[in-house]
Every structure is written in C-alpha cells, then in structure tokens.
C-alpha cells in the first residue's frame, strides 16, 4: 500500500522536476533536481551557461534576507504564546512559554538548525516548495534534516494542508545497520553488510522510503507509537523491507510553499515567476559579450592576395602599394562592428530591476545597508509598499512553519528541559497544549507594525472624538491594547509585569482611592453635622433671649 501510493506520488512530481530543473539550471546549476549527475563530482562547468548572475546572487538575497530578517541567529526572533488569548486567563501560561521559548532558541543555536535552513529557504526561492523535519539527536536535542529537492513527494488533507510525505533517502548496508539494527534489515542488505565489515569496498546504495501519513486504523485508547495519528514508515525499496514502523502524535515534516500554484499541492516560488526575464537576460549578456568581443576584435574584409602580407600583432606595420592597381591596392576594412551596446546595456539594467522585484531583492538590501540597532519602526519606515507585497511571502512562511517549531517544543519537553509549567497550562486531560509561534525578528515586528497600523489611526480619530464625548474610550480594553502593543515593539516578557500584580496594584489603589473618597466623605458629614448642631445652638438661644426682649 505504501509503495504503490509513493509511486502514484512520484508519478505526479516528474512534471514539477522538470520545471525545478530548467529553474536551477539559471540560478544554482549544481543542483541535480533530476539526480542525473548524482554519481558525478562537483564541476565549475556546471556554470558554463550562465553569462549573467543576477538570478544566482537574486537567490542568495532572498534566502539570506529570510534568515537575517525571520531567523536571525544573534537575536531572539521567535517567542511561544498560549492560544488562549484572554489576557487576564493566560498571562500566567504566556511567560512560561515565553521562558521556554527562549531555552529552545538557546537549543536551537547549538544544532544543525541555522546550517539546514539557509538550503531550506534556497529551495523556496528556486522551487517554491522545500521541506525539512527534526527528530531528537545523538549528539544534540535537536536534529534537523533539509530535504532536497525532488526527493520527496507530498499529498494534502481536503482542507490543503500537507499530511502525507514520501521521501527517498539513498542508504548503505552499513549506515541502514546503523540506523534500524542489523536484525531489521533484509537478507541481500545483511549480505552485503558481512562483506563490508570485512572490507568490502563495494559502493552499492539502497533506496529507503520514509513515508508518514494519517493512519486510518488506529486504537485512540492505546498511546504505543503504532496507534498514533500519524504512521511512520521506513522501507527497504529495493527489497520491498519493512525497516521500522511507528507513528507520531503530529506531522512531523515541515513542507512550506512560498506561493500555492492554483489547486496543486506544490507552490511556485520567486524563481518561476521572473525566468523569462532571466533567460532573456542570460541571452542578452551573452549577445552583448559577442558584441563587445567584436569590437575589440572586429570582422576585417582583406583582399584575396593580401591573406598573407597582413600583420595582426599589435603595433603590426602592414606594408603595400596602393599604386598597383587591383586587389593588393586595397587596405583591409572592418565590417560588422557597429553594435549598439548602449542599447543592449538599458535594457540589461530594466530585466535586473524587474527579476530583482520578485525576489525582494530591494527590502532585503536596503535593511542591510543599515546599522544593526535599528529599530522595527525604522524598517517599517524604508519602504511601505515593499514590506506590504512581501507581507503574503512572510505570512505563507511562517504560517506552514508552524509544525516544525510544534516538534520542537514537543521533543524538548520531553526531555524535560522546560521550567515546570503552572497548572493553569494544563488542559482537562493534564496534557500542555501546543504554543503559537510570535516571531519578534526586526522585519517581523516591521510587518506586525504595517498590519497594525490602523490601530494608531483608530486611536488618533478616538483622541478627536473624546473632545466632544470622553466616553469614546470605554470601547477599547486599554490593559489588552496597552499590552500588546508593547510586545509587538519586541519588549522584553521580562520587563512586562505579571497581569495579575498589576490587576492587584489596580484593585490596591482603587481601594485606597475609595478609603480617600470615604474618608473624605465622613469628614464632609462631619463638618457638616458640626455646622448643623452650631446653628440648632445659635437658634436655641435666641429663641432663650427673645423673651426677655
């Protein structure tokens, strides 16, 4: 069952192959989407087609302004939040995830995650489709894989999330012994095994798939990795071997799309959308090196009998007779050689302007070219327009992400690295529910802030309304609003109070205020009760006098 949908799977993705292909053949020729030249060494001839490289470094901006800008590695550019979102009921939970977050950035640093992302982001620019998946490692937490390219196939659920993956992975005996036990493997890899641990030279590989899909069979009431949501297996291809079967709890492969193509379960990314300009680009270089060779070597008409006689070095002295008559009279000429290079040079710069808008190239360089303490607000400020039409490439992103950073918090929590959670993150069964991923890089505060925007507008025309009706405000919870502005300026968990200290210092000075105000009260009666018994005296005493008037 497993084979045959793999293989209905890879039927589908040979017509994507070709398109990734003739893509990467532009902008990163040593990728071998086809694996046609998997045998082969690394070769600089890979590059001999390419006469213009603004495709290639194109790819290396946007893929580099990706990891600067979202994940950058010397900064906190990610926090875990509690999907509940009432304040007053999760601020409690919000700085314990908050606190795990920054343990898992810290676990994050030192494995291979910053190394396996820069190819995953290189192959959204190029694909528009890459996939990469963690697992708990040997000699770290955390172990990232980036998958290439054209060895995997994906399926989505009816709702256009991917939940199915078959990935092909080539494999010796030895590292398959390694990996699932020499009592896993098949008889023909268990062969070849005995011969390498004898010193068996032999290069042979095997295919092994790794599929993971929902499983439609399971028990819910047993919690054994084989009754889990999703059944994982490894299989032997060649030998058509079961190596492992288990599960997971959740997809554990994150496949992102920089841009859904139509209904297809694959995405297009920047590299699709601008190739015709960067193949009339590559032939337009091409042409205009021609060109230029021809100018500084030009097309020469010489006459027959002067082949010979005609010195071609530089500084050459070419003697003859103009006063012979016939073909020997005549001096060489050149022809050909009036290309208009000025021409061909404008329309260079236009088709670079025009690939370079697809891959952001202009938000990317224009952040880099300032100081590393700018503030999100000044990102923001560069260049509106060009935050908002990257704004769907972020959110697409950063959206299908997610499941990897869900693998992430559920691996180290198992191992027990996180803080102990407060009961109020507990759900009714005494499980931790999964966080949401904030990401709190500088243009991910940039493009939170451009999002954001008509909450300073609605504020600003409130501010007008209240000089003709104060009550404008009673509108807006201003704690809530108040507080998450200050985490979308990126402060500090640490420097936000606890709300619920600060719903005790609001409830503190209330009851003061009230004691005031009571206070002040009783000292009014007071007074007054006083100036009432003064003037009943005044009256009484009057009313003693007035007889003996």
């Excluded at 590059?47 to 906190?76: K, S």
């Excluded at 880099?368 to 697409?396: D, G, W």
């Excluded at 559920?410 to 191992?415: E, Q, T």
Aim: proline share 3%; hydrophobic share 35%; aromatic share 8%.
């Amino acid at each position: 069952m497993v084979l045959a949908r793999k293989a209905q799977a890879f039927g589908t993705l040979e017509t994507w192959k070709s398109m990734w292909q003739r893509n990467s053949e532009y902008v990163a020729p040593q990728l071998d989407i086809n694996e046609e030249l998997l045998d082969d060494y690394p070769s600089e001839g890979d590059f001999d087609q390419i006469y213009d490289t603004t495709g290639v470094q194109a790819v290396e901006t946007y893929a580099n302004g990706l990891m600067t800008e979202i994940f950058p590695a010397n900064e906190r550019w990610a926090i875990w939040k509690s999907q509940d979102l009432e304040e007053s009921a999760n601020d409690e939970v919000m700085k314990w995830y908050a606190k795990c977050s920054e343990i898992a950035l810290k676990h994050l640093a030192s494995s291979n995650f910053y190394q396996e992302m820069k190819p995953f982001l290189k192959s959204q620019a190029i694909t528009g489709t890459s996939a990469i998946n963690v697992r708990a490692g040997k000699r770290s937490l955390l172990r990232f894989t980036n998958n290439r390219a054209g060895t995997y196939a994906i399926e989505e659920d009816d709702e256009g999330y991917v939940d199915t993956i078959f990935r092909e992975m080539k494999m010796s005996s030895m590292q398959m012994v390694k990996m699932f036990g020499e009592d896993k493997v098949g008889e023909k890899v268990k062969e070849n095994y005995e011969k390498a641990k004898k010193g068996n030279t032999d290069k042979k590989t095997y295919t092994v798939i790794h599929a993971v899909m929902l499983r439609t069979n399971r028990d819910k009431s047993k919690i054994d990795s084989k009754n889990k949501m999703y059944a994982s297996y490894y299989i032997c291809e060649d030998d058509r071997h079961m190596l492992e079967e288990s599960g997971y709890d959740s997809f554990p492969y994150c496949v992102a799309r920089a841009e859904k193509w139509d209904d297809h379960v694959y995405g297009i990314g920047p590299t699709t959308k601008a190739l015709p300009a960067i193949r009339q680009l590559n032939q337009l270089t091409k042409d205009l090196d021609a060109g230029a060779s021809v100018s500084i070597n030009p097309r020469v008409l010489v006459a027959a009998d002067m082949v010979d006689e005609i010195d071609w070095s530089e500084g050459g002295v070419t003697v003859f007779d103009p006063t012979k008559g016939g073909a020997n009279s005549q001096m060489p000429v050149t022809w050909g050689d009036n290309v208009r290079y000025d021409v061909g040079v404008e329309l260079q710069v236009a088709k670079r302007e025009e690939i370079r808008k697809f891959f952001h190239s202009g938000l990317f360089e224009a952040i880099a070219e300032k100081t590393k303490q700018m503030t999100a607000r000044e990102v923001a400020a560069i260049e509106s327009a060009e935050l908002r039409s990257f704004l769907p490439n972020f959110n697409q992103l950063t959206s299908e992400i997610q499941p990897l950073m869900n693998e992430v918090f559920r691996i180290l929590l198992d191992a027990g690295v996180f803080p102990e959670p407060p009961e109020s993150a507990l759900d009714e069964d005494s499980t931790i529910a999964l966080p949401k991923t904030e990401y709190t890089s500088r243009i991910s505060l940039a493009m939170r802030m451009v999002e954001n925007s008509a909450i300073d507008r609605t504020l600003e025309r409130m501010n007008a309304i209240a000089q003709v009706d104060p009550t404008v405000f009673d509108h807006v919870k201003m704690n809530s609003l108040l507080r998450m502005t200050m985490r979308n300026e990126g402060v500090p968990e640490d420097v936000i109070e606890d709300y619920e200290v600060v719903m005790q210092k609001m409830e503190a000075r209330e009851q003061k205020q009230q004691e005031a105000a009571q206070a002040q009260q009783a000292q009014q009666l007071a007074s007054a009760a006083s100036q009432v018994a003064t003037a009943s005296q005044g009256v009484d005493q009057s009313q003693a006098v007035e007889p003996l008037g």
